[in-house]
C-alpha cells in the first residue's frame, strides 16, 4: 500500500523559511521520481517542484525558483521541499505526489502572514 505522509506546515512570516517532509512507503521509492504540489485557496492545483530517483535533476516553477529547494535521502525514503524567502503569496497546501504515478499525499498547510 503506498503512502505518502506530509509534515512541517505551519505559519511563518513574510520572508521566513519551512522545510516540508514527505514520507514514502510501498513503492521503489529510490526509483521514483518526486514532486511537489500546492493548492492555494480559490486555485487550482500547481506544480511546485521535481525530482528525479537518484536526485540529480531538479526542476522548478517561475514562482519558486531560487527561493525553495527540493532534495530527497532515499535512505530515508524521504522528500523534502526547503522553502526560503516565503511570500503571502506562497500560502497554500502543499502535497507530495509520485511524479509518474497518481499518488499524492494527504498535504500540509503553509500560510505566510504578519
Known amino acids: 500500500q503506498v503512502q505518502l505522509v506530509e509534515s512541517g506546515g505551519g505559519l511563518v512570516q513574510p520572508g521566513g523559511s519551512l522545510r516540508l517532509s514527505c514520507a514514502a512507503s510501498?513503492?521503489?521509492?529510490?526509483?521514483?521520481?518526486m514532486a511537489w504540489y500546492r493548492q492555494a485557496p480559490g486555485k487550482g492545483r500547481e506544480m511546485v517542484a521535481t525530482?528525479?530517483?537518484?536526485?540529480?535533476?531538479?526542476n522548478y516553477a517561475g514562482s519558486v525558483k531560487g527561493r525553495f529547494t527540493i532534495s530527497r535521502d532515499n535512505a530515508k525514503n524521504t522528500v523534502y521541499l526547503q522553502m526560503d524567502s516565503l511570500k503571502p503569496d506562497d500560502t497554500a497546501v502543499y502535497y507530495c505526489?509520485?511524479?509518474?504515478?497518481?499518488?499524492w499525499g494527504q498535504g500540509t498547510q503553509v500560510t505566510v502572514s504578519s
Open positions: 505526489k509520485t511524479y509518474y504515478l497518481p499518488y
Open positions: 510501498g513503492f521503489a521509492f529510490s526509483s521514483a521520481a
Open positions: 525530482i528525479s530517483g537518484a536526485g540529480g535533476t531538479t
